[in-house]
């Protein structure tokens, strides 16, 4: 079993930066492919980013590249997701999501094995 605990949520006003995080426990970290998902009412959840267990391979949702960054620390078992140059529309629920694979990269929520309980990401115009 993984539990998993975002935090970093808020409200921010557009052209603004979040950096959200999520920490990790019950096993080995690094085993795990973790990704962001996010989630606004009425729509889908859908990937934002994900990173490999070596934190060497990224994928982004082409909506965010340029202005998400994911990352992780094996050692303090969190990984992050830098958010720069916050829009309205990424106004959502975000998730943290952990995969125990294969593969080494998972973009689909049905690859995840474990989910955080959601933080809220709001964006003002």
């Known amino acids: 079993q993984v539990q998993l605990v975002e935090s970093g949520g808020g409200l921010v006003q557009a052209g603004d930066s979040l950096r959200l995080s999520c920490a990790a426990s019950?096993?080995?970290?690094?085993?795990?492919?973790m990704g962001w998902f996010r989630q606004a009412p009425g729509e889908e959840r859908d990937i934002v980013a994900t990173?490999?267990?070596?934190?060497?391979?990224?994928f982004y949702a082409d909506s965010v590249k340029g202005r998400f960054t994911i990352s992780r620390d094996n050692a303090k078992n969190t990984v992050y997701l830098q958010m720069n140059s916050l829009k309205p529309e990424d106004t959502a629920v975000y998730y943290c999501?952990?995969?125990?694979?294969?593969?080494?990269?998972?973009?689909?929520?049905?690859?995840?094995?474990?989910w955080g309980q959601g933080i809220q990401v709001t964006v003002s115009s």
């Open positions: 999501a952990a995969d125990l694979g294969p593969p080494d990269m998972a973009t689909t929520p049905a690859q995840y094995d474990y």
């Open positions: 019950g096993r080995t970290f690094r085993a795990f492919v």
């Open positions: 990173i490999s267990r070596d934190g060497v391979s990224t």
